[in-house]
């Protein structure tokens, strides 16, 4: 089965460039997450988006950061502009729905490089 | 808050049975404990979560204390792929609690 699939692996861009990276959850889940990994702070969600809709955007760090999800399929993170301090790990979570919560299963993640 | 703790780091000789702890002292009746693991370079992968009774997977086993203040991953046969960090993460079993805290975890080393 594929998992949950984020692209690119790796960016590295300069300061005041736009970044997007993207994400396609497990065919039939209905939650999707963005985290944001660093090794001052771990991991940290950043938003999450139920069937489609945000419902919890409370981890965004500032308005340089937005997220969409135009349809189940697909998702995209996006920076503008970008900072050095943004540089990180960037991961997307998907799960589906059912009694008990069923467990989040991540993507490999993009290793994001901001010079 | 991580609602949980962990020993930061530990080693396991290769073959041997690897025992993670987690103690979870605050955890409330309707919390689920999960756990994750990430090697190096991928993100956290799902092993294992339960409520009170002792579950386990082809990954591994989940013993949780009768009291559910602490929890024990067990790897039965540890191999040098084991070698990760470990997260011991509590959720409440409701609709609309879906964030994962993640504390710190355990590194685990596995040894040749």
């Known amino acids: 089965d594929a998992g949950v699939i984020q692209s690119p692996r790796h960016e590295v861009t300069e300061m005041g460039q736009e970044v997007t990276l993207r994400c396609k959850p497990i065919s039939g889940h209905n939650s999707l997450f963005w985290y944001r990994q660093t090794m001052m702070r771990g991991l940290e969600l950043l938003i999450y988006f139920n069937n489609n809709v945000p419902i919890d955007d409370s981890g965004m760090p500032e308005d340089r950061f937005s997220a969409k999800m135009p349809n189940a399929s697909f998702s995209t993170l996006k920076i503008q502009p970008s900072e050095p301090r943004d540089s990180a790990v960037y991961f997307c979570?998907?799960?589906?729905?059912?009694?008990?919560?069923?467990?989040?299963?991540f993507g490999d993640g993009t290793r994001l490089s901001i010079l | 808050d991580a609602k949980t703790t962990q020993p930061p780091s530990m080693d396991c000789a290769e073959g041997r049975a690897a025992n993670l702890p987690c103690n979870h002292s605050t955890i409330s009746g309707n919390e689920y404990v999960y756990w994750y693991r990430q090697i190096h370079s991928q993100g956290p992968q799902y092993i294992i979560h339960?409520?009170?009774n002792n579950e386990t997977n082809e990954m591994a086993s989940l013993i949780i204390t009768e009291d559910r203040k602490s929890s024990t991953l067990i790897l039965p046969h540890a191999t040098l792929r084991d070698t990760a960090v470990y997260y011991c993460?509590?959720?409440?079993?409701?609709?609309?609690?879906?964030?994962?805290?993640f504390g710190t975890g355990t590194r685990l080393k596995v040894l040749a």
């Open positions: 979570a998907s799960s589906g729905t059912g009694y008990p919560l069923q467990p989040q299963h």
């Open positions: 339960g409520l009170k």
């Open positions: 993460i509590v959720r409440p079993l409701t609709s609309g609690t879906y964030k994962y805290i």
